[in-house]
């Protein structure tokens, strides 16, 4: 059984875009084994600072404040804030060794305007989705484990549903909703389960662990961009570079899926990840 744990990010670009203009989506992919090591790696990392491990992590830690305030918490929220680049770097660096694949998607919309950004946006999120859809089918069908499951986090309001009919079409009928055709053809021939599974990042430590990787990644991409100086989020993304789908000379296309393929944040992104590998 193979499970992909999927999250998502977004940021501003450098093109003066009302709202954020990309998105990120994508995770982790792991067999059976591989999720239980992942899951005693955080649970180490988290009983370092309490007793039980019954709390979440994530990249941008600040958005947890509420979350420990309302369970009573805030003196731990307040311990791991201020250490949060130490347990990061230390669970990157067991990942490091697990065997398990990323495949994400990263989509750059056009256009400034609020409006437009606001009318696309579906459209937009229905693409970086089906995009990291599409590569994980390619790579389920070179793999053939004998069941895969898709586990997401909790997508906002109204976007569940889109979600789900996106699936649909890659389930039944090996397409996109736009008709692009999956070259994997239909998931349920694949052995993928008929529907999504959905779960809350602040409960599933897989799913903390995909939050980690989508924000290292988002860091690397305001990298790219010029509007990071310092390397921290590079430098996790660097610890874990063999664990991309197409490591290390196919990572882009496979691993981590760029659209459009030629414009100013592939190319940017393009170079800063081949850099990663020296290539």
């Keep these: 059984m193979i499970r992909w744990y999927a999250d998502n990010s977004e940021l501003k670009g450098i093109w003066d875009s009302a709202l954020p203009d990309i998105l990120i989506y994508g995770g982790i992919c792991a067999d059976n084994d591989a999720q239980n090591c992942l ?9 370092g600072y309490n007793k039980d491990a019954d709390f979440p992590l994530k990249w941008n830690f600040r958005d947890l404040k509420d979350y420990y305030q309302n369970i009573g918490k805030l003196d ?3 311990r791991l804030l201020k250490s949060s680049k130490i347990w990061r ?8 060794s697990i065997d398990f694949i990323i495949i994400m998607s990263i989509i750059h919309g056009y256009g400034k305007d609020r409006e437009i950004q606001l009318r696309t946006r579906q459209n937009l999120t229905r693409y970086v989705f089906s995009n990291a859809l599409m590569r994980l089918g390619n790579y389920i069908k070179e793999i053939g484990p004998a069941k895969t499951e898709l586990v997401l986090d909790w997508p906002p309001e109204g976007e569940k549903t889109l979600f789900d009919s996106e ?4 389930y039944f009928r090996g397409l996109a909703s736009n008709n692009q055709e999956y070259f994997c053809g239909p998931l349920e021939e694949i052995g993928f389960s008929d529907s999504i599974f959905y779960s809350s990042t602040n409960e599933c430590a897989l799913l903390q662990i995909s939050d980690l990787i989508v924000g290292s ?3 690397l991409v305001d990298y790219s961009l010029g509007r990071i100086r310092g390397t921290y989020g590079h430098n996790r993304v660097l610890e874990i570079k063999d664990r991309f789908r197409g490591a290390p000379k196919q990572v882009i296309g496979r691993g981590i899926s760029i659209a459009p393929t030629r414009n100013g944040l592939s190319d940017k992104l393009r170079s800063t990840i081949e850099g990663l590998y020296r290539i």
């Design 39 to 47: 899951c005693e790696i955080i649970k180490d990392v988290k009983f």
């Design 76 to 78: 731990l929220y307040e």
């Design 89 to 96: 770097k230390k669970l990157f660096r067991k990942m490091a």
């Design 167 to 170: 699936y649909r079409c890659a």
């Design 217 to 219: 990644v988002k860091d």
